[in-house]
């Protein structure tokens, strides 16, 4: 998990060709939302560029993010983030519910179902996501979805492998 280096774009570039797998960095949430979630020195565009660079830089590199639900954001804004988040070719995002983790931080607003959760897994898989993981206790770090990028990371290395030993 990575900072969006307050959209510096060496910063990114340095760090997406130092030999990562997977560049990840939270969006968070829904743009609208944004101004109340997150320090303001971030923002929704800010962290989509840095998914953006780090994907054009290397562009064989997954880029991952996650969205917190829970906040007050729309159906429709969350399926907009995923769209924003596709048209830069993020490959893995994971939704999990927000849980106030003391009375100095936000409210949460709804405890949302475990039918919308598979709701924006669905609609993610459709938008051609690599990977979503959706549930209320999904967290950034979701382990499935480490293992899965690891599984996707080693067949890619194995096929590419193969691939130079035809030729």
């Given at each position: 998990m990575?900072?969006?280096?307050?959209?510096d774009p060496n910063s990114v570039k340095t760090l997406a060709t130092s030999g990562l797998d997977v560049y990840a960095h939270n969006v968070e949430t829904v743009e609208r939302l944004q101004k109340y979630v997150r320090d303001n020195r971030a923002s929704y565009w800010q962290s989509i560029g840095t998914l953006e660079h780090a994907k054009k830089v290397k562009p064989e590199l997954y880029t991952k993010t996650s969205i917190m639900l829970g906040l007050g954001e729309t159906d429709e804004e969350v399926i907009q983030t995923m769209k924003d988040l596709r048209s830069v070719d993020v490959?893995?995002?994971?939704f999990g519910q927000y849980l106030r983790p003391t009375e100095n931080h936000l409210s949460v607003v709804e405890y949302v179902t475990p039918e919308k959760f598979e709701h924006f897994k669905k609609v993610g898989e459709e938008l051609g996501f690599k990977y979503?993981?959706?549930g209320p206790l999904v967290r950034s770090s979701y382990k499935a979805g480490e293992f899965y990028?690891?599984?996707m990371i080693n067949k890619e290395r194995k096929e590419g492998k193969?691939?130079?030993e035809d030729e």
């Open positions: 990575v900072s969006d280096f307050q959209g490959d893995v995002v994971t979503v993981a959706s990028l690891t599984h193969e691939k130079k």
